[in-house]
């Protein structure tokens, strides 16, 4: 697709619509959202289910559950958020670029930046940022994620790849399959492993319970290999370097966790309790993309590129000694 950022800027949110409201009558029975969804033949379960989850249903004033039952005298309301923009529009946020060229760039991504536009984080993204940096960006690779070949969670930092045209988006997706692009990564982690180094070969997929997270899986999974080595112990805490053959989510997290020693400052695989015990507590997880190995996708000459680590990952690091 070929539209300019600047017109796509321009392009309006919709307002959002009046409240819908419902009066349950003596007769309701069941769950929650299967009966709302009989109520409200213009809307699927599912999408009344995505509403309750994001807050947008309450009764009473109060939020309810998809899971709950409706109760008879009550009063439903629901808001209809306003649709997102058709194209996420291009804003001036600043970007660490540690390489670039005609066909790709390479940014150290500071902690808090989410990556692509979704549900809660529209505007402020990475694609945001890279859309007013390269202006004939949009498009490439898709219209929501374009330029990205991989990503970085939310709160970690470092080294990002990007794809400027759709050669070097083709060059690098196959780089990326097959295992071409070398990743570093070094993190902190609770505990102190007995061996000096290892290798985590596993499945990961969607944990079975909680959604929202992953977990290593014995079915249903992808295969994820991490390598991983002891650059200095401390009192109760390792700080390791891991080099990844695959880029699952939470890849690293979650095997990290699986041998009991998760990523310092991680809320969701973590110990958030340990975590406030340490010299320096930290504020996000310690976790940082800190080298990156491949061949230009167009000329193929290696390149190695490096980030330091960010201030507040070296913080807490000295805080150790």
């Given amino acids: 697709m070929n539209e300019d950022p600047d017109i796509l800027e321009e392009i309006p949110f919709v307002s959002e619509r009046e409240e819908i409201v419902v009066s349950v009558p003596p007769d309701a029975e069941g769950r929650l959202d299967a009966w709302l969804a009989t109520q409200l033949p213009d809307f699927s379960r599912a ?53 670039e060229d005609a066909d790709i760039l390479v940014i150290n991504k500071q902690a808090g930046l989410v990556v692509h536009p979704a549900p809660g984080h529209l505007t402020g993204t990475l694609v945001n940022a890279l859309l007013y940096h390269c202006k004939d960006l949009a498009g490439i690779g898709g219209v929501e994620r374009p330029g990205i070949v991989h990503r970085l969670d939310k709160d ?36 102190s492993p007995l061996k000096e180094n290892g290798t985590l070969r596993t499945l990961i997929g969607r944990h079975p319970v909680d959604r929202k997270k992953m977990a290593i899986v014995t079915r249903n999974g992808k295969h994820a290999g991490t390598h991983w080595s002891i ?10 370097r891991c080099e990844i053959e695959t880029g699952r989510t939470h890849q690293i997290r979650v095997h990290l966790q699986s041998i009991g020693h998760p990523v310092i400052g991680d809320s969701t695989y973590g110990r958030p309790s340990a975590d406030k015990l340490l010299p320096l507590p930290p504020q996000r997880q310690m976790l940082h993309a800190a080298e990156l190995r491949f061949r230009h996708p167009r000329s193929g000459v290696e390149l190695i590129l490096q980030a330091p680590l960010p201030q507040d990952f070296q913080a807490v690091l000295d805080a150790l000694v």
């Fill in 47 to 99: 999408r009344i289910q995505a509403l309750i989850k994001e807050g947008h249903v309450t009764c009473d004033d109060a939020a309810v559950k998809s899971d709950s039952k409706p109760k008879a005298g009550t009063t439903l309301r629901l808001r209809i958020p306003a649709p997102a923009p058709a194209f996420p529009k291009a804003e001036n946020i600043p970007l660490a670029i540690v390489y």
């Fill in 156 to 191: 970690t930092t470092g080294l990002m790849l990007i794809a400027k045209n759709d050669v070097a988006m083709a060059g690098l997706v196959n780089l990326f399959q097959t295992g071409e692009i070398k990743k570093t990564y070094l993190t902190l982690v609770h505990g």
């Fill in 231 to 240: 650059v200095k112990r401390f009192k109760g805490v390792s700080f390791i």
